[in-house]
């Protein structure tokens, strides 16, 4: 077999295929720069440490609920549930962060509860083959009726500390999500990591080439029920006690970022830095449209047209090829 | 006398799907450095055969041996242990991946749990060499064409150091440079002791690259022989050559001289400049292996997906219809091949799938008359032979009737061209000859009936000519006088170029 060997030299392959990745996102940082830029402008605050602060605790819970829903849609799934669970998250921070459990126990157990979470819903749907559509749907309602039994009505307390920590004047937030990315670019360097891709896009031949598919899977529901519950905890810290329904818009703002970042509903396509930047674009969007004095009403439409005009213009140019 | 086991083998498999069997008693025996051809028409059971090597399906009977030892519970992954690496004719990878990164997909090499980009780089580069594909390793195989993506399938198989290789159709989506690499290739890893199974539809590479050859017929091994002193011609008729019986009614001729279709320099999806009449009164059979773009002249013509062409006339009318209730005002019929997705609606009513048709052509508010309704539904039945309760969703009925319902539900309109895609495709042999029957009467009736199908027996034996597509071109008419199962593979795998002036 000495003719199939390995090459001396193969050069770097790494940073080259990270580059094409960023490819179709291109047109889309352009975008968010503009906006950023727009922003920058009507509100100068945001070169300033503590405004700078303030606009990423903004835009934080919204990242990583978009990150949730970006890595179920690489498999080829979607969840209804986000919403329900950052509320979750935010009701058992709100209970246990000030009791005996502590800062550390409260933490743990929003991290077990959503990996538990995440993990059972991917479960039924890879294992049993269930709509991920149905069974997200009908696990928003345990999960946001378990988030009343825990917290019935707004209540519980964040310790203060925690929450000057990541929603003072601080620039804590920026921070974790650069420690989030960089964990997912680590994630994506692993065999089950970027196997979501295979996974999500082709999953029989991914099988057949010997792709664990059914954990890569159940992997990314676990992921994205841990960004969810995490989410839910920093909501938790930026109003200081626990609401049970307060992830509720989470849910279609989620799949709008997602969608906003290229990622696509068939699975396999799009890049988690694709889905950032479609949360932050969102987050602009919503600050900018507010700044310049639209009305909630008007804001919504506008919302809603722009993500169908982003959804529309890669598939325009994909019927002119 | 052979002493070395062979690397693989199956021994007298038998496997049936839903009781229907798709493979009796076979045995094929790769021995290593030897390029091992396996032949068969569509449907023969290549991909079942291939499925069962794999460890991809479980045979129902007979048994499965890697090294001469019996694997009792052959799976993938332990296929992949024993160094079995199979290059599918649907591909496995994965778009927004790059090469380098579909090709180590599933066996990544790992540091620190992490993947080793720079061994990954190393080891996809030397497979990649193997093929000659020297595209950047970084590029997404998305934006690779076809043929690249081949070759990429390849030399993923390669980058598993594999014993056993094996190709199906390997060169259906390559150039003449790709599939000569391809080749060489092949020779040299034969060389190297590797044993190949290569399944082809083209003839010449066949007899030019393997030793062995395994002919299959309708789920069962009808030549096991080495490849020495056999010729095209010979293995055309080891692959064909059954007796038709009187599955076929008898053929008289019907064909008028008035064309019903007229085209010129017709294209649509993968079909190219096609010039092409089709006369009222006649069956013209639409031949040719599978997925050459026979479907899309039926739906070009059909106004189902768009054509151009230099000139066209449909039953006096100048120009196509261009979509499909205008064709179907023009006289056309469409009867598609997969009668369960786009033929039928499975969990409705009989009545209402016979009904469909009807209703696209009333106008969109008037009130239905279901006794109107019911009264052509029962008279259909009866003119078809359809069996069973009108009101019963039609997936209770077996598939040969689904396939009647499926050509009743036209013939209200009365229409004056019929497109069939492969109609008796999965029916059983009493309903086939009864769709033959109906075929031949039509025809008689005057009216153009054009059968797109797989079977070649039913070219032969039912058709006033045959025209045979090969990579999007008609390659060859034949009139009833040419017509034979062996002159219609032949054009089919382009064997010989041959046209028979219409």
Not at chain 1, 86 to 108: E, K, Q, Y
Not at chain 1, 147 to 171: F, H, K, N, V
Not at chain 2, 75 to 89: C, D
């Amino acid at each position: 077999m000495s003719i199939i060997r390995s090459a001396k030299s193969a050069g770097a392959l790494y940073w080259p295929v990270q580059a094409h990745r960023n490819i179709g996102v291109r047109a889309l940082f352009l975008v968010v720069l503009a906006f950023l830029v727009a922003y920058g402008v009507l509100f100068p605050g945001l070169f300033t440490a503590s405004g700078f602060g303030k606009f990423t605790q903004s835009w934080f819970p919204l990242a990583l609920v978009a990150m949730a829903q970006a890595i179920l849609m690489l498999t080829g799934g979607i969840s209804l549930a986000i919403g329900a669970t950052v509320s979750l998250g935010a009701v058992i921070a709100a209970t246990t962060m000030a009791g005996p459990l502590g800062v550390a126990g409260g933490a743990a157990a929003v991290a077990l509860a959503g990996l538990g979470i995440g993990a059972a819903t991917g479960f039924i749907v890879v294992k049993l083959r269930l709509p991920a559509i149905v069974v997200t749907l009908a696990g928003s309602f345990i999960i946001g009726g378990a988030a009343l039994l825990i917290l019935p009505r707004p209540g519980g307390a964040i310790p203060a500390w925690l929450s000057d920590l990541l929603a003072g004047d601080t620039p804590a937030a920026f921070l974790i999500l650069v420690v989030i990315v960089l964990l997912w670019k680590l994630y994506l360097a692993t065999p089950l990591g970027l196997s979501l891709y295979a996974a999500g896009e082709n999953p029989v031949g991914a099988y057949r080439s010997g792709v664990p598919v059914d954990a890569a899977r159940v992997a990314a529901y676990a992921i994205s029920g841990l960004l969810s519950t995490s989410a839910g905890l920093f909501v938790a810290a930026q109003t200081g006690s626990g609401d049970p329904v307060i992830g509720t818009a989470f849910t279609l703002n989620s799949i709008a970022a997602a969608v906003l970042g290229g990622i696509g509903f068939l699975g396999g396509q799009g890049t988690m830095r694709g889905a950032l930047a479609g949360s932050l674009l969102l987050s602009l969007m919503i600050s900018v449209m507010f700044f310049l004095g639209f009305t909630p009403v008007a804001q919504y439409v506008a919302q809603g047209l722009i993500i169908i005009g982003a959804v529309a213009i890669p598939q325009f140019r994909k019927v002119q090829q | 006398m052979t002493t070395v086991p062979p690397l693989l083998a199956a021994r007298g498999v038998s496997k049936a799907f839903f009781g229907n069997p798709v493979l009796r008693g076979v045995s094929i025996a790769l021995q290593p450095g030897r390029v091992h051809a396996l032949l068969g028409e569509n449907g023969a059971g290549k991909s079942t055969l291939i499925n069962l090597l794999s460890g991809a399906l479980r045979p129902d009977s007979g048994e499965i041996e890697v090294d001469g030892r019996a694997v009792p519970r052959m799976t993938p992954a332990l296929a992949r242990q024993a160094g079995i690496a199979v290059v599918q004719q649907e591909l496995s990878l994965t778009a927004s991946l790059s090469i380098a990164e579909n090709i180590g997909l599933g066996a990544y090499p790992k540091r620190f749990g992490l993947i080793d980009y720079n061994e990954l780089a190393s080891r996809a580069k030397a497979a990649c060499a193997l093929v000659g594909l020297n595209e950047p390793l970084s590029t997404p195989v998305g934006r690779l064409a076809l043929g690249r993506r081949q070759m990429v399938e390849i030399a993923k198989a390669l980058y598993r150091k594999p014993r056993v290789l094996i190709l199906d159709e390997p060169t259906s989506s390559l150039s003449a440079t790709e599939t000569k690499i391809l080749t060489d290739l092949l020779e040299r890893l034969r060389a190297e002791g590797i044993a190949i199974l290569y399944i082809s539809h083209r003839l010449n590479e066949v007899m030019a690259l393997c030793q062995h050859v395994t002919v299959l017929k309708d789920g069962t091994c009808t030549a096991d022989r080495s490849l020495a002193g056999t010729d095209a011609a010979g293995l055309v008729r080891l692959m064909v050559g059954r007796d038709p019986g009187d599955l076929f009614p008898k053929w008289r001729p019907s064909a008028s001289s008035a064309n019903a279709i007229s085209v010129r320099g017709f294209s649509a999806g993968l079909m190219r400049d096609v010039d092409l009449d089709i006369r009222a009164g006649e069956v013209l059979g639409i031949g040719g292996l599978v997925g050459q773009g026979q479907e899309d002249l039926l739906l070009g013509l059909y106004g189902a997906i768009p054509a151009r062409m230099a000139s066209a006339t449909v039953n006096g009318t100048s120009g196509l219809p261009g979509g499909v209730p205008k064709a179907n005002a023009l006289g056309l019929a469409y009867v598609p091949a997969d009668r369960k997705r786009e033929g039928l609606h499975l969990i409705h009513p009989i009545l209402t799938n016979m009904m469909l048709p009807a209703f696209a052509r009333l106008p969109a508010l008037r009130l239905r008359s279901r006794r109107a309704e019911h009264e052509t539904g029962k008279s259909l039945a009866a003119q078809l032979a359809i069996k069973g309760d009108l009101g019963r969703p039609a997936q209770a009925l077996s598939g040969g009737n689904q396939q009647k319902v499926a050509l009743a539900k036209w013939m209200p309109h009365d229409p004056l061209v019929l497109l069939l895609n492969d109609p008796t495709r999965g029916v059983d042999v009493e309903t086939k000859r009864e769709i033959y029957l109906m075929l031949r009467a039509f025809a008689d009736a005057g009216k153009a009936v054009v059968l797109l199908s797989s079977d070649t027996p039913e070219l032969v034996h039912l058709c006033d000519r045959v025209a045979v597509v090969r990579e999007g071109r008609i390659t060859a008419t034949l009139d009833r006088a040419a017509l034979s199962e062996e002159a219609i593979v032949s054009a089919a795998m382009g064997a010989e170029k041959q046209k028979v002036a219409a």
